[in-house]
């Protein structure tokens, strides 16, 4: 008990909206300041300048600018498996430790995966609605939708979500492809090295890799146009990876048959020419909202934190 009462007055921040179970721990745990996401950091109340550890997620982050305003910082624990919008060298340069949230949300994100590839294929979604108008009940006829079983599907990034989703579509796939930057030895499905062949040879896209700079606009748009006017894109990736506007075109313009997203680069805010694309299934960045993933994920942010206070090594440390 001496111990919980000493760590209680470890000030941390909690930027950014975050999970009520999560913030709930951390005020048993510390002194909490909460941070509204994007706060400019030149201007933050002296007591917050005195952290020592910051809890975010993907969405929102942590900038070189605010570890800087934040001369005791030591951690920061995101509630997230993406770090792409953490400077994680400059974290790294200034001896700050960074955890993340990887596997536990790995099986609810493959899922949602799986059910954007067959709400975009079999019109789930755009069928769901012409029910609700009544369209069915007045004689409408629904159109025919294309068929999930024996396509061609392509995985892009062969991670650990990535690989969930390959096994829970091999059963139904006619071949499963990937593409990144190494083959992966231990992967059964076909290896595709060059990124257009990867797209032609592929009638459903799903992307799964990473974020960051590195992955930024990957999905082009010959990309897009090698994966052509029959092909579905899926991504519970990150929006940073597809050049958005080119996709909303190639949509427009049925140069792409379809996409399921349930990430863009600008969230919340979806373009605006998607919302009346009956072709497209939107969810908004729920791949890993499930009860039991998020309480796992909140709880696996809490034991980064208390194993770096216990001076201990991280569960699922990035840096
Ligand atoms: C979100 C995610 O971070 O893990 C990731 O990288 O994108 C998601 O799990 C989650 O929505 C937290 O808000």
Redesign the pocket.
């Known amino acids: 008990m001496a111990c919980m009462t000493n760590i209680s007055r470890i000030p941390v921040i909690a930027y950014g909206a975050l999970n009520p179970r999560l913030i709930e721990g951390l005020e048993q745990r510390f002194t909490v300041h909460l941070l509204a996401a994007g706060a400019d950091p030149t201007t933050l109340d002296p007591a917050l300048r005195e952290a020592r550890a910051l809890v975010t997620?993907?969405?929102v982050g942590a900038s070189a600018a605010l570890m800087n305003a934040l001369p005791k910082l030591e951690m920061i624990g995101l509630?997230?498996?993406?770090y792409d919008k953490v400077d994680i060298e400059h974290a790294r340069a200034c001896g700050i430790r960074v955890s993340n949230?990887p596997d536990v949300?790995t099986d609810d994100v493959a899922d949602l995966a799986v059910g954007l590839l067959y709400a975009t294929v079999r019109n789930i979604a755009a069928n769901d609605a012409m029910v609700r108008r009544g369209d069915w009940a007045r004689g409408e006829k629904p159109a025919l939708s294309g068929r999930v079983t024996g396509r061609r599907i392509g995985i892009l990034g062969l991670g650990r979500i990535g690989t969930a989703i390959a096994k829970r579509l091999e059963p139904v796939a006619g071949e499963l492809l990937y593409h990144s930057r190494h083959p992966r030895p231990d992967a059964p499905w076909t290896y595709v090295a060059n990124r257009l062949d990867f797209a032609r040879r592929s009638e459903v896209m799903i992307v799964a890799t990473s974020g960051g700079p590195e992955a930024r606009g990957l999905v082009d748009r010959a990309m897009i146009d090698a994966l052509g006017p029959q092909g579905v894109i899926v991504n519970i990736s990150r929006g940073s990876v597809i050049d958005e506007p080119e996709l909303v075109a190639a949509l427009g313009e049925r140069r792409l048959g379809g996409a399921g997203l349930d990430v863009f680069a600008d969230e919340p805010h979806v373009p605006q020419a998607l919302l009346a694309m009956n072709h497209v299934v939107l969810q908004p960045?729920q791949?890993?909202?499930t009860v039991e993933t998020r309480a796992a994920?909140a709880d696996l942010v809490l034991a980064n934190l208390d194993a770096h206070f216990a001076g201990e090594p991280l569960p699922t440390a990035v840096v």
């Open positions: 997620f993907g969405a509630f997230s498996v993406g949230t949300l960045h791949a890993s909202a994920m």
